[in-house]
């Protein structure tokens, strides 16, 4: 158990539980005798109207729903901390960012974006990623995604492309999926999207878990010192345990397996103590080099390369509590982009000034008045005073008479001071009224491109089978066309690979691609270093090797990962020295399920898993998605079974650099072990020959 933080000890004061030593009551706290059966004139006679109990339940029961939100619907959330490590001082007034002796208490939560409440988590899609600080001098929200850029320049279009990407409006088909043609109608017509849509077909929208995806803020924020001078900012967060994918055909069975995949990826590793944790990293352009750049800061279409401002790490993010309830905590959650401490500000990104306007007027519908702010999650830790009143669930008992500004009847309290305050940066801006789009925000393909170069190659063929699959999903022809020919402005090749998946033309004319990259865009870069958390799958069956299942276990668990043993049925196996307990019947998962499989030895084991098409299939979808196999003595048998005999179509050996680590001689050797944590570590081996493999 963690040490409660003031967040932790303030929800004390409302946490109950009805289960504990209690009585059944009414809401109106009457002890009730019978729950099971309505009040009925005679047995089998009319329910009455005055059963005050039974009308209560149903009453309570139909209004139990409140709107889901209208983007970012499904989520899930966790508390925290946050520590600074590396003071900004020098840049901003927030406490929080300076003191490295404060632990700031958070709620984050992470979500998908298109999808109802109740859609799969492993869908093509961003992932939201916003953090409540419950600082001492207020609460900042920090409401970022997964992906360091938007689709849109200007939030008056938010409607329209949510309506195009969201389900369509006669038959509410497809479900959190993009791959229909009102989202690609939009993408074709509105080319600011290029470069988020190069995101979008990254693996970067099939995140492996949400404790290993980086979060952005997006927008260009500004810290403000407390000599008032401001420093524009990027945030950034970086996952401890690496930023790693799924692939897209594991992503959609995971839907059908476990649709909480992400979910419970998150309860259970806080459940088991496992915290997931981030550095907080910032990006700092003084306000003299606003005009530095080739592409304008104020464009949430664009990143600042890290080449170009590197990323400064300043503090850690540590998820350690699940909430004790997902409606108060999860559903009720309202993040803001307007909560900002003393130290923080805007800039006028126009995507950013329409979302100061989004939050609380979504919030004020979807949690019922304007109260919402008093709902426990919601709660600042810092004291709240002021003149606000009334309205739906008030919850408040205020006791002053003055509620209003100045008074003297309150002996003007509470009372305005300039100490502590937050104060609005003082840019001076002037200008006519117009509609219209800085010139400076017209390169939409620039950064797309640039994306586009620093992929390694099997990135690049994810990207180019994801924009095949989506258009290819596409009805109308022209939407088809028009896509392609708007990627012929990133890159000739790319346009002419996806042309050639969808039946279309491709671009005769090719344009150029200014060469340039940007290394830290590539997931092929990130660290690989680590196979905490990672779960593995041991394969057994009667007559397994008891001595390489134990060895397994105790290796595997000593570098953080978590190995299970999977058998036909639940219960026990008997190994070749007793029993061998069995983490989870084969029936009941899948290898899309696990990081990684090894089949053990035994000779009478490996026999009857051979003959069980389910461990069979396990092992080559495992290495059709890229992941760590071992096997060791008669476990190499399985493996040529599943047609992965050591030899690949081109008659080549499967070696360990391909992530297939085998050891003919039996019992667990250190080597193999170091092998194949090596291979699990790298994540997924791309550099394998798929094509033969079946879906
Ligand atoms: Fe949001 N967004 N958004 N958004 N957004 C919402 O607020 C909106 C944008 C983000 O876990 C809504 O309470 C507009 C960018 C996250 O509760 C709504 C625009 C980024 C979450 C809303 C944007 C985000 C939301 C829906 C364009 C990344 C989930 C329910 C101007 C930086 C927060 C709600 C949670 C949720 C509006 C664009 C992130 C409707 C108008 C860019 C993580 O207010």
């Known amino acids: 158990m963690t040490t409660p933080d003031d967040k932790d000890r303030q929800l004390d004061q409302v946490r109950v539980n009805p289960n504990h030593d209690s009585r059944l009551t009414t809401d109106q706290g009457i002890p009730v005798d019978d729950t099971d059966n309505s009040l009925k004139a005679g047995e089998r006679g009319p329910t009455l109207m005055e059963d005050f109990h039974f009308r209560e339940k149903i009453t309570h029961f139909d209004h139990e729903r409140i709107p889901e939100r209208v983007v970012h619907a499904r989520g899930a959330g966790a508390y925290g901390y946050f520590e600074v490590t590396d003071p900004l ?8 960012l300076r003191d490295t002796s404060l632990r700031t208490p958070v709620f984050v939560r992470f979500s998908t974006v298109a999808g109802s409440r109740g859609s799969a988590d492993t869908v093509r899609d961003v992932r939201g990623f916003a953090t409540k600080f419950y600082t001492r001098q207020g609460n900042f929200d920090l409401v970022g995604n997964n992906m360091p850029v938007f689709f849109i320049q200007d939030g008056i279009k938010f409607p329209d492309f949510v309506h195009a990407v969201k389900p369509e409006p006669n038959n509410e088909i497809p479900q959190a999926s993009s791959a229909h043609d009102t989202l690609w109608d939009f993408v074709q017509l509105q080319p600011e999207t290029t470069h988020m849509m190069m995101w979008l077909m990254s693996d970067r ?4 878990s949400f404790r290993m995806m980086q979060g952005f803020g997006v927008h260009t924020f500004r810290l403000v010192n407390e000599e008032g001078v401001g420093t524009f900012v990027k945030f950034h967060w970086k996952p401890k345990l690496g930023t790693h994918s799924l692939v897209w055909d594991e992503t959609q069975k995971i839907a059908g397996k476990d649709p909480d995949f992400n979910r419970r990826d998150l309860w259970e590793a806080i459940e088991a103590g496992n915290l997931p944790e981030w550095e907080l990293g910032v990006q700092l352009v003084p306000a003299d080099r606003e005009h530095a750049f080739d592409f304008d800061l104020l464009d949430a279409t664009k990143i600042i390369p ?14 350690d509590r699940n909430p004790d309830n997902f409606f108060a905590e999860t559903e009720q959650v309202a993040f803001h982009l307007g909560n900002v401490v003393p130290g923080i500000d805007f800039t006028n990104d126009p995507l950013l000034q329409a979302r100061l306007f989004s939050y609380l007027d979504t919030q004020l519908i979807r949690l019922g008045g304007p109260n919402f702010t008093q709902l426990p999650v919601n709660r600042a830790v810092a004291d709240v005073r002021n003149h606000q009143r009334d309205g739906y669930h008030q919850s408040m008992v205020h006791t002053s008479r003055a509620a209003y500004h100045p008074n003297s009847l309150s002996g003007g309290c509470p009372a305005v001071v300039a100490e502590g305050a937050f104060t609005h940066y003082q840019e001076r801006v002037d200008g006519n009224k117009i509609r219209k789009r800085s010139e400076s925000f017209a390169d939409h393909y620039s950064q797309a491109t640039l994306f586009w170069n620093s992929m390694s190659d099997w990135e690049k063929e994810h990207i180019v089978s994801a924009f095949r699959f989506e258009l290819g999903k596409v009805d109308h022809r022209p939407i088809r066309e028009g896509v392609v020919a708007n990627l012929n402005n990133v890159d000739h090749d790319l346009a002419v690979a996806v042309a050639e998946g969808v039946g279309v033309e491709p671009p005769a004319q090719p344009t150029t691609n200014h060469g340039r990259t940007s290394p830290a865009l590539s997931q092929a870069n990130a660290p690989h270093d680590s196979i905490e958390t990672r779960k593995i799958a041991i394969l057994a069956a009667d007559g397994v090797d008891t001595g390489d299942v134990r060895s397994l276990r105790e290796a595997l668990s000593a570098v953080g990962a978590i ?25 009941t998962v899948g290898s899309v399920l696990y990081d990684a499989v090894i089949v053990p030895g035994g000779k009478e084991s490996v026999t009857a898993l051979e003959a069980d098409g389910s461990a069979v299939q396990f092992v080559a979808e495992a290495f059709k998605h ?3 196999i071992g096997a ?3 476990g190499i048998r399985l493996l040529s079974s599943a047609r992965l005999n050591g030899v690949n179509n081109h008659g080549e050996a499967l070696t360990a650099d391909q992530g297939v680590v085998m050891q003919s001689a039996s019992g667990v050797t250190g080597e193999f072990v170091e092998q194949f944590v090596m291979a699990v570590a790298a994540h997924r081996h791309h550099n394998r020959d798929l094509a033969p493999v079946p879906a």
Do not use: N, Q, W
């Not at 929208?205 to 492996?208: G, T």
């Open 205 to 208: 929208a099939l995140p492996r």
């Open 563 to 587: 190995p299970e043993v999977l058998a036909a049925r639940d219960g026990t196996v008997e190994g070749s020295e007793g029993p061998v307990e069995v983490t989870r019947a084969l029936p």
């Open 626 to 628: 890229g992941k760590a």
């Open 306 to 319: 890290e080449e170009e401002v590197p990323v400064r790490p300043v503090g850690r993010l540590v998820l």
């Open 632 to 634: 060791i003595g008669d």
């Open 89 to 96: 001082t020098e840049y901003t007034a927030a406490e929080f």
